[in-house]
């Protein structure tokens, strides 16, 4: 079943130009790495779920990488986000447009929100983070790319942050994990497969979202042809946190109360996985 959600943003065919808001931040040249000080320009404020008698700062001494998927000026330079990058298991485009909710609210608009939030959250809790991207104005970076920035960051988890672009009948979110492909990935195959499973968990706690109803097992579905899987050599996995395509669905997306709601929850399970 075609999607141009995360499976798009791994290297697929680039979907049409979409229409884009007036999102903030600054462009991102192909290997620029972002800081966590460059995605606090108005993201809200953030608290954690710890309980009292957790460390204040459970995350001290932890390296994330957070990978926001696409980017909103794809769309203004197909010739460079549609040439061809090796992912190992075949070619495909360096990145995509990503979809949008019929209303025309962008997946790369989406997965930047979504994003900025848990950068802060997990700041507070005391982890080190390196984005793929500082803004949702720029082109790019290549899927290839957005991998050797967590790679290059040693970090102890990569989490890619997108929106599905399914048929509108199905809804749910799912994680998408690496498969062994006789390259990079393999020796943290296992591990991304724990870190899955937690972010699997903690979403559906924290959100209340179902799994999705047209793709993978109990939310969890296993890929070989996404360069951002393929090429990592530190535990990485995708979430789609839903489909833009459904209504209800894009309906909570469109809510900065969910989006942190989200947020949070993928902070947590990156937390239960870490700890």
Same mark, same amino acid.
């Given at each position: 079943m075609a999607v141009v959600g995360c499976g798009a943003a791994a290297g697929g065919t680039s979907a049409p130009a979409l229409p884009q808001p007036s999102p903030?931040?600054?462009?991102?040249?192909e290997g620029a790495i972002g800081t966590a000080a460059a995605a606090t320009e108005a993201a809200p404020r953030a608290g954690t779920s710890a309980s009292a008698s957790a460390p204040a700062e459970p995350?001290? #001494?932890?390296? %994330?990488? =957070?990978?926001?998927?696409?980017?909103g000026g794809n769309y203004r330079d197909p010739g460079y986000i549609n040439r061809q990058v090796d992912v190992l298991t075949e070619h495909k485009a360096?990145?995509?447009?990503?979809?949008?909710?019929?209303s025309g609210y962008t997946e790369a608009a989406f997965n930047w929100d979504v994003s900025k939030r848990l950068v802060k959250i997990l700041e507070a809790r005391g982890a080190k983070v390196k984005l793929t991207r500082t803004g949702n104005t720029?082109? #790019?970076?290549?899927?290839?790319?957005?991998?050797? =920035?967590?790679?290059?960051? &040693?970090?102890?988890?990569?989490?890619?942050?997108?929106?599905?672009?399914?048929?509108?009948?199905?809804?749910?979110?799912?994680?998408?994990?690496? &498969? &062994?492909?006789? /390259?990079?990935?393999?020796? !943290? +195959?296992?591990?991304?497969? &724990?870190?899955? +499973?937690? %972010?699997?968990?903690?979403?559906?706690? /924290?959100?209340?979202?179902?799994?999705?109803?047209? =793709?993978?097992s109990k939310a969890l579905d296993y890929r070989d042809d996404l360069g951002g899987l393929n090429l990592s050599t530190v535990p990485k996995v995708f !979430?789609?946190?839903?489909?833009m395509a459904n209504p209800g669905d894009a309906a909570k997306f469109r809510s900065p109360a969910f989006r942190q709601k989200i947020a949070q929850a993928l902070a947590d399970g990156l937390q239960n996985y870490l700890t």
């Open positions: 903030a931040g600054g462009a991102v040249a995350l001290a #001494g932890k390296v %994330i990488a =957070i990978d926001p998927g696409h980017n360096c990145d995509t447009t990503g979809t949008a909710t019929r720029g082109v #790019g970076p290549c899927i290839t790319q957005r991998a050797a =920035i967590g790679n290059k960051a &040693k970090a102890d988890a990569a989490l890619s942050v997108h929106a599905d672009g399914a048929p509108s009948g199905d809804h749910g979110f799912h994680v998408i994990m690496p &498969k &062994k492909i006789d /390259g990079p990935v393999d020796p !943290v +195959v296992g591990a991304s497969r &724990k870190l899955g +499973v937690a %972010i699997r968990d903690a979403f559906r706690s /924290g959100t209340g979202l179902p799994y999705s109803t047209y =793709i993978g !979430v789609e946190c839903g489909n």
